[in-house]
């Protein structure tokens, strides 16, 4: 186990509507970084928070936003829901913002229906 | 731009036979390199990393890449499958702290199944 934990594990949504996914870093970390794994694909870079402030985004719309709390653990927003959101959602956490070595939580499987 | 490629979207080994599975890169700069394993319906799980020195690199469940500088590679290798390490194999590199900080760009991942 990392020590990383997501919650929840699992979701079905509706078109339009909006979620918020959690992840809790492993302690000491400070980094965190959410992706987007659509079925078949390789996981792709939304953003990362470093000390609560984002630090880098991906290619993704403003409807996706993060929060990071003082204790390191993040938030990931997503608004008006498409049914192209649906994948598995991966938040990583890491000792520091060069994610030397990132560990991954087991992820948020989010189906928009 | 960085960019990751895994050419094979599966490999077939037997039990007990090397497994190499194969990473090539694209970035400027020196490179941070990694490989993560992931089972069903589960997050990633770290192998190993490269970030300088030693060109071969040891990492978990017995696993090692080598580092290849010359043709971009970084290729997963095992001397010995298990059918345990049946699972989906990715590929991951890390820019230049200029270019969005800590981004990992992974690659598509490949299949490894191991037959007993």
């Known amino acids: 186990e990392t020590g990383v934990t997501q919650s929840p594990t699992h979701l079905i949504k509706t078109r339009g509507q909006q979620v918020t996914l959690r992840c809790s870093s492993q302690s000491g970390h400070n980094t965190v970084s959410w992706y987007q794994q659509a079925l078949g694909q390789g996981p792709q870079f939304i953003f990362q928070y470093y000390r609560e402030e984002e630090n880098g985004r991906g290619n993704f719309p403003p409807r996706f936003s993060g929060l990071q709390f003082p204790n390191y653990s993040s938030e990931l927003n997503v608004n008006a829901l498409e049914l192209d959101d649906s994948a598995l959602y991966l938040c990583?956490?890491?000792?520091?913002?060069?994610?030397?070595?990132?560990?991954f939580g087991q992820g948020t499987r989010l189906t928009v229906v | 731009a960085q960019s990751v490629a895994q050419p094979e979207d599966q490999v077939n080994v037997a039990e007990g036979n090397p497994l190499t599975v194969k990473c090539t890169y694209s970035?400027?700069?020196?490179?941070?390199l990694f490989w993560y394993v992931q089972y069903p319906n589960r997050g990633l799980q770290f192998l190993l990393k490269y970030i300088t020195g030693d060109n071969l690199v040891k990492g978990s469940y017995g696993f090692e890449a080598e580092f290849n500088k010359s043709q971009t590679s970084f290729h997963l290798k095992k001397p010995s499958a298990l059918v345990s390490d049946s699972a989906l194999y990715f590929c991951?590199?890390?820019?230049?702290?200029?270019?969005?900080?800590?981004?990992?760009?992974f690659g598509a991942g490949t299949q490894v199944v191991v037959t007993p």
């Open positions: 990583a956490s890491s000792s520091d913002r060069e994610n030397t070595e990132a560990f």
């Open positions: 991951a590199v890390r820019a230049p702290l200029t270019d969005s900080w800590g981004k990992l760009q």
């Open positions: 970035v400027s700069g020196n490179p941070y």
